[in-house]
């Protein structure tokens, strides 16, 4: 089946610092990717996304590039603030599951000033 | 204002009582889905909807169930709740699979004792 990795958190940073969170994934078939974010108390928001390989979703600061050849999904900052202090979470949707989605289990994100 | 609703956002109940989630979604999409997030364990998927009246397991359906009578409606129900079965529940909507971003409530949080 389907699987998504993170990297392991907590993560914890100073402001304006360079932030990646690693994602990989495994999928049958050509899946969409995601990058999620749980601010407290709230539900998932979408952050970015990208639908095939080599293309970059990008976001309010953030990036992450679709490679197929490394199945990965990294999620980049090059400078992060306290408000993007937040639990990210790396998903897939894969047509050849259609309705199914997979979600890593999460990175907690602390930016202190 | 475009959102997913759940009612109750706190419940606190007995084994074996049997309960409720509301999710309600007011843009028109066609497809729907349970999650329940755990420490650890990340958003597991417990049924998804890909229209009136169709519903398909995820990865963690047991001890629930779903129906979808009308588009916009999409309630988790618990015939009999276990403390296992103590969670963090989200309903997500999108236009369709694949590709598309989901969109989630506000989260539900169960404690089952």
């Known amino acids: 089946g389907n699987s998504v990795t993170q990297m392991e958190g907590p993560v914890t940073l100073s402001e304006e610092a360079f932030l990646t969170i690693n994602c990989t994934y495994t999928?049958?078939?050509?899946?969409?990717l995601f990058w999620y974010v749980q601010y407290p108390g709230e539900g998932l928001q979408l952050l970015l996304k990208a639908t095939k390989a080599d293309d970059k979703g990008s976001n309010k600061g953030f990036e992450a590039t679709y490679r197929k050849e490394t199945t990965s999904f990294h999620l980049e900052k090059g400078s992060v603030q306290v408000s993007d202090s937040a639990v990210y979470f790396c998903?897939?949707?894969?047509?050849?599951?259609?309705?199914?989605?997979?979600f890593g289990d999460g990175t907690t994100l602390t930016v202190k000033p | 204002e475009a959102q997913v609703t759940q009612n109750p956002r706190y419940l606190i109940t007995v084994t074996g009582k049997k309960l409720t989630v509301t999710c309600s979604q007011n843009m028109n999409h066609e497809y729907m889905s349970w999650y329940r997030q755990d420490p650890g364990l990340g958003l597991r998927q417990i049924y998804y909807?890909?229209?009136?009246?169709?519903?398909d397991k995820g990865d963690v359906p047991e001890g629930y169930k779903v129906s979808r009578k009308e588009k916009r409606n999409f309630p988790l129900i618990l015939e009999s709740p276990s403390p296992n079965q103590t969670s963090l529940y989200f309903c997500?909507?999108?236009?369709?699979?694949?590709?598309?971003?989901?969109?989630f409530g506000p989260g539900t949080r169960l404690t089952v004792t």
């Open positions: 999928a049958t078939g050509y899946p969409s």
């Open positions: 998903a897939l949707s894969d047509p050849a599951n259609a309705g199914k989605s997979t």
């Open positions: 909807s890909m229209n009136v009246e169709v519903t």
């Open positions: 997500a909507s999108s236009l369709g699979t694949s590709a598309y971003e989901q969109y």
